[in-house]
T-cell receptor, first 116, second 112 residues
């Protein structure tokens, strides 16, 4: 069964460093998302991406964040200068399109980011 | 704006007990409703969904009915197993898809 994959599974970084989180969505999907989950809190939407551009972003997704689909398979989230409060589990998700709208979102296993 | 509220956890049950996890929502229009499950150390998996009023989603013995009159989507299972121990998230999206808005999650622990 197709699945969303994410790398790395864990990343530890120093405050102020740049990190890139990588995702490979399901191959025929058109809509891509990043969410994050701070430990013990709810899953929060960060950004959605369709047709090679951001379709929606949350207040969390400020100028320190960017997303890119550099080729036909990868979808990346970059944090330019990490802060302590960026420590969280980051989930990638993707969905396809049916004749009636977007289909169910499928999630990757997540990347746990720890900023020291 | 749209929001989802779930009952507080953790919920601790004995094996074969009946489970209800309450979920209510606030939304404009006609959202789609979902339950996702997160097993320890894993990502989010879709458990079930419903896309219009009075629809019942079901999977692995779990059920939830989309109740527009009470803006609810409560998760139920008649007889839980130890393997059902996980965190359960209620979520909504627009009826054409788009971002998911999650509740705070409810941790379920099932004891043998």
């Amino acid at each position: 069964e197709p699945e969303v994959t994410q790398t790395p599974s864990h990343q530890v970084t120093q405050m102020g460093q740049e990190v890139i989180l990588r995702c490979v969505p399901i191959s025929n999907h058109l809509y891509f998302y990043w969410y994050r989950q701070i430990l013990g809190q709810k899953v929060e939407f960060l950004v959605s991406f369709y047709n090679n551009e951001i379709s929606e972003k949350s207040e969390i997704f400020d100028d320190q964040f960017s997303v890119e689909r550099p080729d036909g398979s990868n979808f990346t989230l970059k944090i330019r200068s990490t802060k302590l409060e960026d420590s969280a589990m980051y989930f990638c998700a993707s969905s396809g399109w049916s004749g009636q709208g977007q289909e169910t979102q499928y999630f990757g296993p997540g990347t746990r980011l720890l900023v020291l | 704006g749209n929001s989802v509220t779930q009952m507080e956890g953790p919920v601790t049950l004995s094996e074969e007990a009946f489970l209800t996890i309450n979920c209510t929502y606030t939304a404009t229009g006609y959202p789609s409703l979902f339950w996702y499950v997160q097993y320890p150390g894993e990502g989010l998996q879709l458990l079930l969904k419903a896309t219009k009023a009075d629809d019942k989603g079901s999977n692995k013995g779990f059920e939830a009915t989309y109740r527009k009159e009470t803006t609810s989507f409560h998760l139920e299972k008649g007889s839980v197993q130890v393997s059902d121990s996980a965190v359960y998230f209620c979520a909504l999206s627009g009826n054409q898809g788009g971002k998911l808005i999650f509740g705070q999650g409810t941790e379920l622990s099932v004891k043998p």
